[in-house]
């Protein structure tokens, strides 16, 4: 073929070469005698064909012809198709998934010129920014048009004077956060300059577009109401568009309504000013670069403010960079487990696909071979080997087209499967909603395995060898090839199917190893209530009071058992850093990663840990007192292993940070997450280590309904303003978790058994295609004297041999991917969700030759069978 | 006589390196040089023009004939002219291999 050929493709260019052609014909129609030239209109017919490539007018001959031959053969249509539907369904709603999680940019204008600001420190690489140091850097920099800051916050909502307050997420923003954002309100107007807003009697709320229609059922005339929000009178100004769920994390639940960080004060009422607190890094930046300005200026400016910032304020400031990032940098800096999940799910469900392309292909080469003689003769008759593989092609495109179809609707389900755990509210939620982002996906998905799946088969069907192929009969075993385009399908098929079963394998270990265990502490009867006295304006001391009458009254009541102040319930400890005596800082962090809770004297108790050595906290360690900690066994184990851990010291959150003497070790086998096995912890006296938000563990007998009910009317008796709090049981904490996992599970189950079902039906397939195929050679070896059991030792050597290779090139890649990982970041994180373990490392190849050794056997046994004559006289 | 399978192509380019020449001009050129024992029949012509004009071994443009008539002209490219040397050898080749097959009388 000629490229020139294909400008003729260009439709214009096809026009204006007809236009030139019948001027010419005319004129030399002209020149010539009459009849000279003969028929001139065949000529004309003969030379468009020089330029047609025949082609494009061909191309719905070709669909034609597809449906038609696939119409003739139903059960390989079926097959083909479900395969592929399985496999773009799979990965159509992993990636919706992915997307919603990961990849898909804020729904703002121009969310590429919107770059986030952070601070990096030490101990962490994305932590929030002061207001002090908002407002400097907003006065100093140039590279931004505009520059906001933000930051979620539980917020005490009440409808109007006299309703209840709930508890609501909000989001406190500088006033021209939907200016620089570019978002318009639908109803209303946003937030007014900041000084206006603060000397304002009734500072502006712009609600959020959900809680607008759920409490206020889309009324229009809601501008202008009043609104109380952590006991301060704010108006409605305007509602948030549908099309802006809000900002933050994944799991960021959608804002209720949306308040002006010029009165951020007002709303934590007699704490420190927030305002003017150099030392409260919890604001989320974003900023629009101006036009012209590159992002490495705009670092280079950034990184200049921050040592000034260092220098001038060295006591809140210190070795704290301001990084720039993109929305998904940030999003991969923020959080790692999130997308090293979504790798892995991507990396499975590719699998799956390939799986089902293996497949497909396999049945398609299996197709080939019963219409060797169709495709003989149209090569025969002249149709060319492009031409007959464009054919075939278009058959492999309309399988894949009609499974993407197909897909569409399983992704359908399994997006609604994936959504499980995901909030319902969250700004972010995976999903289709005609999501031109993941349609495009599943199309490039769905054309990518019509070529994986077709092109193979479709080259190696037209380089047929004609003349065997005309013959009749089975085709003559030519020279044995040792790598034929089958062999290469089978132990494609095998290595992704061990792969899959592999991981699927190792994912159900995991989870089998931490679901059933218990948790090493009381669960229960055990009562968690979380009060917030911080949305009421409390002082730190009037905290510390409520706190301390809390548990004081939660004693009193019928039926507890013990009570016990906690930083959180022990399923969710705090990440934390410190250095241990006699270990110094590692290179990359100021101090070693560990858990830490803060919890007052009575903690060990009521949770049944006990202490093995030293003692635990007592009311004497109070503020002023020398301050003392207390470390679990898994610390010990890590820093000091086969040390006294009793009366050394730790430094906390870096080498030169506060000092603490370790007075006691404790059995306390808390985890980070629920996967995770128990980690090193740190456990803080509440008096010396105040936190502004406490969580009361009460161990009670008796009604979990009637307790709860008295705890919360504990905490009305306390204030009355308390909005209801949360009170729920250690156990339903354990169930979550363990809830958790299991739904991850089921996604990796679901994957696996798709996987291994399209394994199954696609090796069998294949395998025994390949020994039908030798029918013939099985009769004349039997006939010149193998026995039945010296064919079935051969046949299913043979078998058995291609999936070996399979096997030790799946081996190779798990091994590979050990030593990748080994080291790594993500080494510990998967080796908890993943770990590496005997049974499925032994069982899942020995499952795959065995269903490779079944799949050779029962053809062979059935060629082995028959009469060798008969075998014979095929040929 | 009939034309040889094949050797349409050859006889155009040979044709053109006298000049260019329009389709019906290129007919009557091989008829004419041929002592009129080759018929050339349009129908096979025309199709070959554009031929080898997609192989780019012609060119074409419209011109003014000599009858001040407009058509289209066909004249030899480069790459044509290098093609007819390599058809030009290969049928000297044909010609004398067939003649040596042929020279030997049957007994």
């Known amino acids: ?875 | 006589m009939e034309l040889l399978q094949g050797t349409l192509d050859m006889l155009v380019l040979r044709t053109l390196v006298l000049g260019p020449l329009h389709g019906y001009g290129i007919a009557k050129a091989i008829r004419a040089s041929s002592d009129e024992a080759l018929e050339i029949e349009f129908g096979s012509l025309y199709p070959a023009l554009k031929r080898l004009e997609i192989k780019g071994w012609i060119a074409s443009k419209w011109e003014k004939s000599e009858q001040n008539r407009r058509a289209k002209y066909y004249r030899l490219t480069p790459a044509g002219r290098k093609q007819l040397v390599d058809e030009r050898s290969r049928w000297a080749e044909f010609v004398r291999a067939v003649g040596r097959v042929m020279a030997e009388e049957p007994r």
Request: hydrophobic share 45%; aromatic share 6%.
């Open chain 1, 1 to 875: 073929m000629d490229w020139r050929r294909l400008a003729y493709l260009w439709p214009s260019n096809k026009r204006r070469e007809e236009r030139e052609m019948q001027e010419e014909l005319a004129s030399l129609a002209a020149m010539a005698e009459p009849r000279e030239l003969g028929n001139l209109t065949l000529a004309a017919e003969r030379a468009r064909q020089t330029w047609h490539l025949t082609s494009f007018t061909g191309v719905a001959a070709d669909i034609r012809h597809a449906l038609r031959a696939l119409r003739r053969d139903l059960w390989f249509l079926a097959v083909a198709v479900l395969s592929v539907a399985l496999g773009v369904g799979a990965n159509t709603a992993v990636f919706s998934f992915v997307d919603a999680y990961v990849l898909r940019p804020l729904p703002v204008p121009n969310p590429s010129e919107l770059l986030r600001i952070s601070n990096s420190t030490p101990n962490a690489r994305v932590e929030g920014l002061s207001y002090p140091d908002f407002r400097d850097i907003r006065d100093a920099s140039r590279s931004f048009s505009g520059l906001v800051a933000f930051r979620s916050a539980s917020l005490r909502v009440a409808l109007d004077e006299r309703a209840a307050p709930q508890l609501r997420d909000g989001i406190v923003a500088s006033n021209d956060l939907f200016t620089v954002l570019g978002i318009v309100p639908p109803l209303g107007r946003t937030f007014l300059p900041e000084t206006v807003e603060r000397s304002s009697e009734l500072p502006g709320a712009v609600l959020g577009h959900d809680f607008w229609l759920r409490e206020f059922g889309g009324d229009r005339s809601v501008v202008g109401r009043t609104l109380k929000v952590n006991g301060i009178p704010f108006a409605v100004v305007g509602v948030a568009p549908a099309s802006f769920p809000g900002i933050g994390t994944a799991s960021t639940r959608r804002p209720a309504v949306f308040v002006p960080l010029a009165v951020w004060d007002h709303l934590e009422g007699a704490r420190a000013n927030p305002l003017e607190d150099r030392g409260r890094h919890e604001l989320r930046l974003a900023g629009r670069l101006r036009a012209g300005v590159s992002r490495s200026s705009a670092q280079a400016e950034l990184a200049a403010i921050a040592s000034r910032l260092e220098r001038d304020h060295p006591e809140t400031n210190r070795e704290r960079r301001i990084v720039l990032r993109t929305e998904l940098g940030l999003r991969l800096a923020e959080d790692l487990e999130v997308p090293l999940f979504s790798a892995l799910l991507m990396t499975l469900v590719a699998l799956v696909l390939a799986v089902a392309c293996f497949n497909v292909a396999g049945l398609l080469l299996q197709r080939a071979q019963a219409r060797r003689r169709e495709i003989a003769v149209r090569l025969a008759i002249g149709a060319g080997p492009v031409r007959l593989v464009r054919q075939l092609m278009t058959e492999s495109v309309v399988i894949a087209l009609a499974g993407g179809g197909l897909g569409l609707g399983f992704a359908h389900i399994g997006i609604r499967f994936l959504s499980r755990y995901h909030p319902p509210d969250a700004v972010t939620l995976p999903g289709m909603r005609l999501d031109s982002r993941v349609l495009l996906f599943s199309l490039a998905v769905t054309l990518l395995s019509s070529v994986l799946f077709g092109l193979g088969p479709s080259v190696h069907a037209a380089r047929a060898n004609l003349v065997s192929a005309l013959k009749s009969g089975p085709p003559t075993p030519g020279r044995p090839r040792r790598v034929t385009v089958r062999n290469v399908l089978v132990v494609g098929q095998i290595t992704a199917t061990m792969l899959l079963l592999v991981v699927g394998g190792m994912m159900l270990e995991g989870s089998r190893r931490r679901v059933g265990a218990a948790p090493g502490y009381r669960v229960d009867h055990v009562m968690a209530v979380q009060a917030d006295p911080g949305v009421l304006g409390y002082s730190a001391a009037r905290t510390r009071r409520f706190y301390l009458d809390f548990a004081e009254r939660a004693r009193a009541l019928p039926g507890v058992e013990g009570v016990a102040l906690t930083e959180r319930e022990p399923s969710h400890p705090t990440d934390y850093r410190l250095v241990p005596e006699g270990h110094r800082p590692p290179l990359t962090q100021a101090g070693y990663d560990v858990l830490r809770v803060v919890c007052d004297d009575r903690y060990f108790a009521t949770l049944q840990m006990p202490t093995l050595l030293g003692r635990g906290f007592s009311v004497a360690d109070r503020e002023g007192s020398p301050r003392i900690g207390i470390v679990n066994e898994q610390f010990v184990a890590r820093f000091w292993p086969g040390q006294a851990a009793v009366g050394r010291h730790l430094r906390l959150e870096r080498a030169d940070g506060p000092d603490v003497e370790v007075v006691g070790v404790v059995r306390a086998p808390i985890r980070d997450d629920y996967v995770a096995p128990p980690g090193a912890a740190v456990f803080l006296p509440y008096e010396q280590n105040r936190q502004p938000r406490m969580t009361l563990l009460v161990a009670y007998a008796g009604d979990a309904a009637a307790m709860a009910a008295s705890l919360r009317a504990v905490v009305h008796d306390l204030d009355a303003e308390h909005p209801v709090p949360d009170v729920r049981t250690l156990e339903s904490y354990d169930r979550e978790g363990a809830r958790a996992v299991s739904t991850f599970v089921s996604w990796f189950l679901a994957l696996g058994l798709i996987g291994l079902g399209l394994a199954v039906v696609g090796l069998y397939a294949l395998i025994a295609f390949s020994v039908s195929r030798r029918t013939s050679e099985i009769g004349l070896r039997m006939a010149v004297g193998s026995t039945r059991a010296g064919v079935l030792r051969l046949v299913v050597r043979q078998g058995l041999t291609v999936a070996a290779t399979g096997v030790a090139l799946a081996a190779l890649v798990v091994g590979l991917t050990h030593v990748a990982l080994a080291g790594s970041f993500y080494a510990d994180a998967v080796v908890a969700l993943l770990p590496p373990n005997l049974p499925t490392y032994v069982g899942v190849p020995l499952a795959v030759l065995a269903i490779s050794a079944v799949a050779a056997l029962v053809p062979a046994r059935r060629a082995a069978s028959i009469d060798p004559m008969d075998a014979l006289r095929h040929e």
